[in-house]
C-alpha cells in the first residue's frame, strides 16, 4: 500500500467510511451509522436509494441498515419474556412503539477490510433499549455482479433471549419500477402498525406506483425480482418473510428480508411465527444477496 492510500484508508476509518469497488459497481458504508449502507451504484446511477457517504446523516436516510435483535415493530415498548417483563426505549421519533431493533441506532466497528470485502462488529451491552446482551457481525462483499450481505448475532449474556434478524433496502422508485415477488401470505395490521390477522396473498407482481404495502408477508419463495428502466434486480436471502412498505409520495419503495413477522414476541405461538430463542453462546445467522444486471 502507498502512504497515500494508507493516509485515505486511515481518514475512511476514522469517519467510519469504507467504499469497495468491483468492475461498474461502487458500495460504500457507514460503520459509524448503525452500520448502514450509504450507497450502492453502478457507475453514477444509484441501484439502492444511495448518499454519498460523507453526505449521510443518519441510518434512516441510508440505502440500507441492519434490523438487529429484532425487525419492525415491537409493540408498545414491552414484553413479557420467560416469566419477566421488560420494557424498551423509544426510538423512532413519536412512534407508540420500539422500532426495528437497536443495531441500526449504534455505531459499529470495523473488523476489518480488504478490496472486495468489509467486516463490522457491534456489541450490545443490556440498557434500557434492549435487556440483554449481544455481538451482531455484518459482512459485505462486492463483485461486479453482485452485493452479498451476511449478518450474525451471537447471545453473549447469562439467559435465554428473543431475536430476529433483517434489512431494510430501500429502492429508487423509477418511471417504470415493477416488483415482482412470490408469497403466500399477507399480514393486515392496525393504526398503528401492529399486524393482527393473516389472509391469503397470492403474490405481487406489478408496477410499484399501482401499490400501497406496508405489510409483512409469510412464505417468501424465490428471489424478489426488481425491475425498471436501468436495472434487472434480484433480491435473495436465507430469510423466508419480507416486509414490504411501497409508499405513493415517496421517492422510494422497501422489500426488507426478516426472520420472523412484526411484532412476533406478542402473537400466541412467537417460535411458529419466526421469532429465535438463543441460549447463552448460541449464534443465529442470515444471509441477503442483491444480484445486479443493467438494462
Given at each position: 500500500?502507498?502512504?497515500?492510500?494508507?493516509?485515505?484508508?486511515?481518514?475512511?476509518?476514522?469517519?467510519?467510511?469504507?467504499?469497495?469497488?468491483?468492475?461498474?459497481?461502487?458500495?460504500?458504508?457507514?460503520?459509524?451509522?448503525?452500520?448502514?449502507?450509504?450507497?450502492?451504484?453502478?457507475?453514477?446511477?444509484?441501484?439502492?436509494?444511495?448518499?454519498?457517504?460523507?453526505?449521510?446523516?443518519?441510518?434512516?436516510?441510508?440505502?440500507c441498515?441492519?434490523?438487529?435483535?429484532?425487525?419492525?415493530r415491537?409493540?408498545?415498548?414491552q414484553?413479557r419474556?420467560?416469566?419477566?417483563?421488560?420494557?424498551?426505549e423509544?426510538?423512532?421519533?413519536?412512534?407508540p412503539?420500539?422500532?426495528?431493533?437497536?443495531?441500526?441506532?449504534?455505531?459499529?466497528?470495523?473488523?476489518?477490510?480488504?478490496a472486495?470485502e468489509?467486516?463490522?462488529?457491534?456489541?450490545?451491552?443490556?440498557?434500557?433499549?434492549?435487556?440483554?446482551?449481544?455481538?451482531?457481525?455484518?459482512?459485505?462483499?462486492?463483485?461486479?455482479?453482485?452485493?452479498?450481505?451476511?449478518?450474525?448475532?451471537?447471545?453473549?449474556?447469562a439467559?435465554?433471549?428473543?431475536v430476529?434478524?433483517?434489512?431494510?433496502?430501500y429502492?429508487p422508485?423509477?418511471?417504470?419500477?415493477?416488483?415482482?415477488i412470490?408469497?403466500?401470505?399477507?399480514?393486515?395490521?392496525?393504526?398503528?402498525?401492529?399486524?393482527?390477522?393473516?389472509?391469503?396473498?397470492?403474490?405481487?407482481?406489478?408496477?410499484?406506483a399501482?401499490?400501497d404495502?406496508?405489510?409483512?408477508?409469510?412464505?417468501?419463495?424465490?428471489?424478489?425480482?426488481?425491475?425498471?428502466?436501468?436495472?434487472?434486480?434480484?433480491?435473495?436471502?436465507t430469510?423466508?418473510?419480507?416486509?414490504?412498505?411501497?409508499?405513493?409520495?415517496?421517492?422510494?419503495?422497501?422489500?426488507?428480508?426478516?426472520?420472523?413477522?412484526?411484532?412476533?414476541?406478542?402473537?400466541?405461538?412467537?417460535a411458529?411465527?419466526?421469532?429465535?430463542?438463543?441460549?447463552?453462546?448460541e449464534?443465529?445467522?442470515?444471509s441477503?444477496?442483491?444480484?445486479?444486471?443493467?438494462?
Amino acid at each position: 500500500m502507498t502512504a497515500a492510500l494508507a493516509r485515505t484508508d486511515a481518514i475512511a476509518a476514522r469517519n467510519g467510511t469504507f467504499e469497495l469497488h468491483a468492475g461498474a459497481l461502487r458500495f460504500a458504508v457507514r460503520a459509524d451509522l448503525g452500520g448502514s449502507i450509504a450507497g450502492l451504484w453502478h457507475g453514477a446511477t444509484p441501484v439502492l436509494r444511495s448518499t454519498e457517504p460523507a453526505l449521510l446523516g443518519s441510518a434512516r436516510a441510508s440505502a440500507c441498515y441492519p434490523l438487529v435483535p429484532y425487525s419492525n415493530r415491537l409493540g408498545y415498548r414491552q414484553f413479557r419474556w420467560k416469566g419477566k417483563e421488560y420494557t424498551t426505549e423509544a426510538n423512532f421519533d413519536d412512534n407508540p412503539h420500539s422500532v426495528h431493533g437497536v443495531g441500526w441506532l449504534r455505531g459499529w466497528e470495523v473488523v476489518s477490510h480488504s478490496a472486495g470485502e468489509v467486516v463490522l462488529r457491534y456489541v450490545h451491552s443490556a440498557d434500557a433499549h434492549w435487556p440483554f446482551a449481544f455481538e451482531a457481525l455484518q459482512y459485505f462483499d462486492l463483485t461486479p455482479q453482485m452485493l452479498r450481505v451476511q449478518l450474525s448475532i451471537t447471545n453473549t449474556g447469562a439467559v435465554a433471549q428473543p431475536v430476529g434478524l433483517g434489512w431494510h433496502p430501500y429502492f429508487p422508485k423509477r418511471e417504470r419500477s415493477r416488483l415482482h415477488i412470490e408469497v403466500s401470505e399477507r399480514w393486515d395490521s392496525d393504526a398503528t402498525q401492529l399486524p393482527v390477522h393473516r389472509v391469503a396473498q397470492t403474490g405481487i407482481d406489478s408496477d410499484v406506483a399501482h401499490l400501497d404495502f406496508d405489510h409483512c408477508f409469510d412464505g417468501w419463495k424465490g428471489a424478489a425480482r426488481i425491475r425498471d428502466e436501468k436495472f434487472s434486480l434480484q433480491l435473495s436471502s436465507t430469510l423466508d418473510r419480507l416486509v414490504v412498505y411501497t409508499p405513493q409520495h415517496k421517492e422510494y419503495f422497501c422489500v426488507e428480508p426478516v426472520s420472523h413477522v412484526s411484532n412476533a414476541i406478542h402473537l400466541a405461538d412467537p417460535a411458529a411465527h419466526g421469532l429465535r430463542t438463543l441460549q447463552p453462546g448460541e449464534r443465529f445467522e442470515a444471509s441477503m444477496a442483491l444480484d445486479i444486471a443493467a438494462l
